[in-house]
């Protein structure tokens, strides 16, 4: 199995930047994606960013392009999510998660084999 632990999280102002990063150990069967998610009080679990096994090939849903980025280090089995310009709707629990081998660029929770314990994002206006 693959175990992840998110880091980076924190309390921070409108405009201000953060980066997450999420550790990854364990055995896996094959290649894995890692994504980002996050999940807002009273909300669903929503689609942040994911990276390829490689690192070449990003994919990041339509309310954070162009502010957030993310990237991995497969010699440290890390991933980071470079949060800039954050607004209060971006307030909640982020996750780090692994994908399935069979999914090479996923953006859906069901395409998800493992999931960290979450860091917590609270924007202030």
């Known amino acids: 199995q693959v175990h992840l632990v998110e880091s980076g999280g924190g309390l921070v102002t409108s405009g201000a930047s953060l980066r997450l990063s999420c550790a990854a150990s364990?055995?896996?069967?094959?290649?894995?994606?890692l994504g980002w998610f996050r999940q807002a009080p009273g909300k669903d679990r929503e689609f942040v960013a994911v990276?390829?096994?490689?690192?070449?090939?990003?994919r990041y849903a339509d309310s954070v392009k162009g502010r957030f980025t993310i990237s991995r280090d497969n010699a440290k089995n890390t991933v980071h999510l470079q949060m800039n310009d954050l607004k209060p709707e971006d307030t909640a629990v982020f996750y780090c998660?692994?994908?399935?081998?069979?999914?090479?660029?996923?953006?859906?929770?069901?395409?998800?084999?493992?999931w960290g314990q979450g860091t917590q994002v609270t924007v202030s206006s």
């Open positions: 364990g055995r896996t069967f094959g290649n894995y994606a």
């Open positions: 998660a692994s994908g399935s081998p069979l999914a090479p660029l996923p953006n859906t929770p069901v395409e998800y084999d493992y």
């Open positions: 990276v390829n096994w490689s690192g070449d090939t990003t």
